[in-house]
């Protein structure tokens, strides 16, 4: 698509031709809205009642859809905590001793966290053996400590 090039002095040429019907067209056009201003000033003269009775519908009319909106948005869920990776890579956290971990966080026992997994209590036993030495910790509630301090936890 060619391209036109106008210069300066043809714009300049074409806007001084331009400038008779651009200030007649903004006179018609400040007229027109003194003649519309007029009409709406006698229309609200002869007819108050139904004026205000339309602001206050329009008010309601802005009411209702914001109220509905705001009651029929649902809630947004909040994303999924998934964890600091690159933490359970560095430790070598196993995905059981996670799920382990956030099980502790709950406050159930071992006897509980067995039954959740489908495993024996000896195996939870040793999964939080392993999970305290990986955390270099001693109890459960520094390991709880610490994992909430590298992220492993919300």
């Excluded at 026992?109 to 997994?117: D, G, H, Q, T, Y």
Aim: proline share 3%; aromatic share 10%; glycine share 8%.
């Amino acid at each position: 698509m060619p391209r036109l090039k106008v210069s300066a002095k043809r714009l300049s040429g074409w806007f001084t031709l331009a400038r008779p019907c651009l200030f007649y067209g903004a006179i018609l056009a400040a007229g027109a809205l003194a003649l519309t201003w007029l009409d709406y000033l006698r229309f609200a003269r002869t007819f108050p009642g139904e004026f205000q009775l339309f602001f206050i519908a329009a008010g309601f009319l802005g009411l209702g859809v914001w109220a509905g909106a705001r009651m029929f948005a649902g809630r947004r869920e909040a994303p999924a905590f998934d964890g600091n990776r690159d933490a359970q890579r560095t430790l070598r956290l196993s995905a059981r001793e996670m799920d382990v971990i956030a099980l502790i966080a709950d406050g159930l026992s071992n006897k509980e966290i067995a039954a959740r997994l489908n495993v024996s209590a000896n195996t939870v036993k040793l999964h939080v053996a392993r999970m305290l030495e990986k955390l270099e910790v001693s109890r459960r509630t520094a390991a709880l400590a610490r994992a909430r301090q590298l992220g492993l936890l919300p």
